[in-house]
C-alpha cells in the first residue's frame, strides 16, 4: 500500500470536476420538484444535453457555443415534457421515463456521425495568481468556467428559493397549487418555467460530461448519471446545500475509491466499488432524518378548474 | 425499434408463409453496450454486417442493444427466438445461463455464446478469442515503453478472461522490464464511460504512462490523450482515431470469420455444437498497427512474438511461472492447459493486489 502516491490536490481537483455533471442535474430537478412536477426524465435530457453540446462545440469549434446549445435543447426537450403533463394531463411518471428513453434513442441518432471525433479542448479559467497558488491554485481555482457555474448556480437557487418572493410563489406551486391558483398565481407557467430550467441545468450537466469529464461522444455515455442525480435530490430533502453535499460526497468517493484501488489498499474492491451509493445515502439519510419535506403537490396532476 | 421491426415481419411470415421461411437464414445478436462504443459492440457489430454483405438476400439479420446482463436477457432471448430466428449469438459474458435456459425451451434454434463456457444443451455453442494472446504482444510493448515502470489496466470484471489479459501483459512487460509493475482498477462494469475516465485519471494522477483496459468505450483513451507521454492500446477495436497519440497499438477482436461461417453451417443445416477458442493464428485476434511512436526494435520484437504466437512455437503462459502466493504454477517450459487457463482466478507471481471474489 502506498497512500503517498495520491496527491490530494490532484484528487480534490477531479472530484469537482468528477461531481458537476451530477450537481447541476440536481439542481435543476431540485427547482423542477420544488415547483411540485416529478420530471424522471433527467437522465435523457442529460444525454441529449451531451450529445448537442459534442456536435455543436465540434461544428463550431467553440465548447461555448457547445454548452449553450446543450442547454437550449435539453430544456426544449424538457418543455416536450412540460407540454405533455402540464397541458394535456399525462401522467408524470411515465412521461419522464419516456423522456429518458427517448433521450437515450434520439441521442444515439445525432451521435452517430460524432463518435469518432474529438471535441475542441474547453479553456481551464485562468484566474491569475489564484491559479498559480500551492494546493488551493490546483484544487480550487484551475477548473473549466462549468465547474464554476454549477457553485454560483447552486447559490443562486438557494437564494432565490429562500429569499426571492418569486422563490417563495414557486414553492407555494409546489406546495399546494390549488391555493396557489386560488391566489392568482400563474401555476401551469410558473412550472414550465421551471421545468425548461431544469432541462437546461440536466444538458449543461451532459455537455459537461462529453466535452470535459471524458471529452468524447459514446452512445449511453451518461450511464446513470441522471438517477443519481435524482436519487440526490430526494436524499437531500430538497435543499440546495445538501445537494451540493450528496454530489460532492458521491463525485469524491467515486474518484477517491478508484485511486485507493491503484494505491493498493487493503479492503477488498467490492467494498471500495460499492462505497460512494452507500456512503452518500446513509450521509443524506442521517442528516434529514428530522426534514422529510417533500412538496405537498409533488407529482400530482394539477387541473384548474376556473 | 429493429426488433420491432423483426417481430413484425416474423408476424407476417409467420401468418402467410411458415414453410417458406427456409429460403432466408434469419441471425440475431445481442448486444451489451451500443454498436457506437467504438469497441467490443462496435467490432461485433461489423461482424453482423460482414454476415449480411456475404450472404445477401438469404440472410436477415437483428440486433438489439443495450441488453443488461441477466434476467432482462432471458426476455429478449425469447422474443428473438420467438420470432424465427435460426441462429442467435448472444455478444457478453453475462448471458451464459440465459442463453443455455432459452436454449433449452426452443431446440430448434441454434445459440451462439461468446466467451462462455456453458453448453448444456445440444444447441447451444460456445466461442472465444484468445484476447491473452495480444496482451502478450502488447505487453513487450508496454515494458519497453513506460518510463515510470507504472503499468495501469483498467479491469472490468474478475472473470478468468480478465485475469488472463492481466496475467499475460504483465508477464511479457515484467519480462522485458524486470521492474515494471502493474496497477489494476476494478470498475466493475463493461461500459461505463464516466467512470472508465475516471479510473484513467487516477492511474494517470499516480504516476502510470501506459494504460491498457478491458472495458468497452474509448473514454480511457480520450482521458490518456489530455496527458503528454501517456501511451494506451485500442481494445477490442483498432481506435485508430486516437492514433498516434495516446494509441499505439490496439488488439482487435475479428468475429466476421467466424460469423460467416457458422451461418454458412445453419444454411447448410451442418451446424454442431462446438466450442471454439480462436487466437492470433486462426485471426480472431490480430494486433493493429504499430506506430512510429514505439521505436524499431520494440516493434520488431513484439511482431516477432506475434509471429511465434501464430506459428505455435511461442504460447503466452510458458513456464516458469509462479501464483501470486509464490506456489509454482507451470514448471520450466511447461505452457498452460485450456483447462487452466478457462477457469484461471489467480494472478502470477508479481502482481499486488486481490482479485475481487
Not at chain 2, 221 to 226: L, Q, Y
Amino acid at each position: 500500500m502506498d497512500l503517498s502516491a495520491i496527491n490530494p490536490a490532484a484528487l480534490l481537483a477531479s472530484l469537482m470536476v468528477a461531481a458537476t455533471p451530477i450537481l447541476l442535474a440536481a439542481i435543476g430537478e431540485m427547482v423542477v420538484e420544488k415547483s411540485g412536477v416529478l420530471n424522471l426524465g433527467v437522465e435523457g435530457m442529460m444525454i441529449t444535453g451531451a450529445v448537442t453540446g459534442f456536435a455543436v462545440a465540434v461544428e463550431t469549434q467553440s465548447p461555448f457555443f457547445g454548452f449553450v446549445a446543450a442547454a437550449a435543447a435539453s430544456a426544449v426537450l424538457s418543455l416536450v415534457f412540460g407540454f405533455l403533463t402540464l397541458k394535456l394531463l399525462s401522467n408524470q411518471v411515465a412521461t419522464g421515463l419516456a423522456l429518458t428513453l427517448f433521450g437515450l434513442g434520439l441521442s444515439a441518432l445525432i451521435g452517430q456521425a460524432y463518435a469518432e471525433q474529438r471535441p475542441p479542448s474547453t479553456a481551464r479559467l485562468d484566474l491569475g495568481f489564484l491559479s498559480d497558488l500551492p494546493f488551493f491554485g490546483r484544487v480550487l481555482f484551475s477548473h473549466d468556467p462549468i465547474v464554476y457555474l454549477s457553485l454560483a448556480l447552486l447559490v443562486a437557487v438557494w437564494a432565490f428559493l429562500k429569499f426571492a418572493r418569486l422563490g417563495l410563489v414557486l414553492r407555494a406551486v409546489g406546495e399546494n397549487h390549488d391555493a396557489a391558483h386560488a391566489l392568482g398565481y400563474k401555476v401551469v407557467r410558473i412550472r414550465m418555467i421551471a421545468i425548461a430550467f431544469g432541462g437546461a441545468c440536466a444538458g449543461l450537466g451532459g455537455a459537461h460530461l462529453s466535452l470535459v469529464r471524458v471529452a468524447q461522444w459514446t452512445d449511453g455515455m451518461t450511464a446513470g448519471a441522471g438517477w443519481i442525480a435524482l436519487a440526490i435530490v430526494v436524499f437531500a430533502s430538497w435543499k440546495a446545500q445538501r445537494v451540493l453535499l450528496g454530489a460532492y460526497l458521491f463525485g469524491g468517493i467515486s474518484v477517491l475509491q478508484l485511486n485507493l484501488q491503484v494505491a493498493g489498499i487493503p479492503v477488498p474492491v467490492e467494498y471500495l466499488s460499492m462505497s460512494p451509493y452507500i456512503i452518500t445515502i446513509l450521509v443524506l439519510v442521517l442528516i434529514s432524518r428530522s426534514s422529510t419535506a417533500a412538496p405537498a403537490s409533488l407529482g400530482k396532476p394539477f387541473f384548474a378548474t376556473s | 425499434m429493429k426488433l420491432m421491426k423483426s417481430l413484425m415481419t416474423a408476424a407476417v411470415a409467420l401468418g402467410v408463409a411458415a414453410p417458406a421461411m427456409a429460403d432466408t437464414t434469419k441471425v440475431g445478436f445481442v448486444y451489451v453496450g451500443t454498436p457506437g462504443d467504438g469497441g467490443w459492440t462496435y467490432e461485433h457489430d461489423e461482424g453482423r454486417k460482414a454476415v449480411e454483405e456475404h450472404f445477401g438476400d438469404k440472410v436477415e439479420t437483428t440486433f438489439v442493444e443495450n441488453v443488461a446482463e441477466g434476467p432482462d436477457a432471458e426476455r429478449v432471448l425469447t422474443q428473438m427466438a420467438l420470432s424465427g430466428h435460426d441462429l442467435i449469438f448472444t455478444t457478453s459474458f453475462g448471458y451464459m445461463d440465459q442463453t443455455n435456459a432459452v436454449a433449452a425451451k426452443f431446440p430448434d434454434i441454434k445459440f451462439e455464446h461468446a466467451t462462455g463456457y456453458k453448453r448444456e444443451h445440444p444447441n447451444v455453442s460456445t466461442y472465444g478469442a484468445r484476447f491473452y494472446e495480444g496482451r502478450a504482444v502488447i505487453g513487450t510493448i508496454a515494458g519497453h515503453m513506460t518510463e515510470s515502470n507504472k503499468i495501469g489496466y483498467i479491469a472490468s470484471f474478475p472473470i478468468p478472461e480478465v485475469i488472463r489479459g492481466i496475467n499475460s501483459a504483465y508477464i511479457h512487460a515484467k519480462k522485458v522490464n524486470p521492474d515494471a509493475e502493474m496497477k489494476v482498477i476494478w470498475v466493475f462494469s463493461w461500459f461505463d464511460p464516466a467512470k472508465e475516465a475516471d479510473a484513467a485519471a487516477a492511474l494517470i494522477e499516480q504516476g502510470v504512462d501506459v494504460i491498457m483496459q478491458h472495458t468497452d468505450s474509448t473514454a480511457p483513451m480520450a482521458k490518456a490523450a489530455e496527458t503528454e507521454g501517456v501511451i494506451a492500446f485500442g481494445q477490442a477495436s483498432d481506435m485508430a482515431q486516437f492514433a498516434p497519440s495516446p494509441r499505439v497499438s490496439s488488439i482487435i477482436d475479428n468475429w466476421a470469420p467466424y460469423y460467416i461461417e457458422r451461418t454458412q453451417a445453419v444454411m447448410d443445416g451442418t451446424w454442431e455444437q462446438v466450442d471454439t477458442w480462436g487466437g492470433i493464428a486462426s485471426g480472431m485476434v490480430k494486433i493493429g498497427d504499430i506506430t512510429d511512436a514505439i521505436p524499431a526494435e520494440v516493434k520488431a520484437e513484439a511482431m516477432a512474438i506475434e509471429a511465434s504466437i501464430a506459428d505455435g512455437s511461442y504460447h503466452a503462459f510458458t513456464g516458469p511461472l509462479n501464483k501470486q502466493d509464490g506456489t509454482p504454477w507451470l514448471a520450466e517450459g511447461e505452457t498452460a492447459g485450456d483447462g487452466d487457463l478457462l477457469g484461471m482466478n489467480f494472478y502470477v507471481e508479481g502482481i499486488e493486489g486481490d482479485i475481487p471474489s
